[in-house]
């Protein structure tokens, strides 16, 4: 338990250093041209972008609460495709980063404190926080032309569903043997929030 709780302290102690790589550029910082990388750079972002990667592992240990979790889950994808889609027609999100790094941090509180949200409640946060992270991912492929883009798309909801859902897996077996590492986990979350949080704030120097 204490060498859990080790790793996942390095695991945000990481995310502060960083740096550049909160940009979530899989393509070198340019537009996917093919559908081939508009596939890879979808299934890649989420991987390499900290702070994603973190909240789609918290949507799914706490849509594991829930006998039809799954759906949960669904409907955060479905948030986060549109959130991409309004990026995509000009919608704006002032200090966007800002409020990843906060839906992240609450994600993990709300593990952290093993609070217990009503399916509905827990649909609505998905959503909201589905959308925002959508809108951030949405940045990266701003511009590019439809098949890259559509390849993008599918890239971007087959990694998350497949995060979320092996997520839900792993934390039901924590849930019917020790709990508390899910709550360390929420911790480990949560303070990958903060440390983006600070890289957002904090000027560099």
């Known amino acids: 338990m204490t060498a859990k709780a080790i790793r996942l302290i390095a695991l945000a102690a990481a995310s502060l250093a960083a740096g550049p790589a909160f940009a979530h550029h899989v393509m070198d910082?340019?537009?996917?041209?093919?559908?081939?990388?508009?596939?890879?750079?979808?299934?890649?972002?989420?991987?390499?972008?900290?702070?994603?990667?973190?909240?789609?592992?918290?949507?799914?240990?706490?849509?594991?609460?829930?006998?039809?979790?799954?759906?949960?889950?669904?409907?955060?994808?479905?948030?986060?495709?549109?959130g991409v889609g309004a990026h995509l027609q000009g919608a704006t999100l002032p200090g966007a980063e800002i409020v990843v790094a906060g839906t992240v941090i609450g994600l993990g509180a709300i593990?952290?404190?093993?609070?217990?949200?009503?399916?509905?409640?827990?649909?609505?946060?998905?959503?909201?926080?589905?959308?925002?992270?959508?809108?951030?991912?949405?940045?990266?492929?701003?511009?590019?032309?439809?098949?890259?883009?559509?390849?993008?798309?599918?890239?971007?909801?087959?990694?998350?569903?497949a995060i979320a859902f092996a997520a839900m897996r792993v934390a039901l077996l924590l849930i019917q043997g020790d709990a508390l590492r899910l709550r360390l986990i929420g911790a480990g979350i949560a303070g990958i929030g903060i440390a983006i949080l600070v890289q957002q704030v904090v000027p560099a120097g």
């Open 29 to 82: 910082g340019k537009l996917p041209g093919t559908f081939t990388q508009g596939l890879l750079s979808g299934l890649g972002h989420p991987v390499i972008g900290l702070d994603h990667f973190a909240s789609v592992v918290a949507v799914g240990c706490l849509a594991a609460a829930h006998p039809k979790g799954w759906g949960l889950i669904i409907g955060f994808v479905v948030a986060m495709m549109a």
């Open 111 to 161: 593990m952290l404190t093993h609070r217990q949200l009503s399916a509905a409640v827990a649909l609505v946060l998905f959503v909201a926080v589905g959308w925002v992270h959508g809108y951030a991912l949405g940045e990266s492929i701003f511009g590019a032309e439809q098949t890259p883009l559509v390849a993008y798309l599918i890239g971007l909801a087959v990694i998350q569903s």
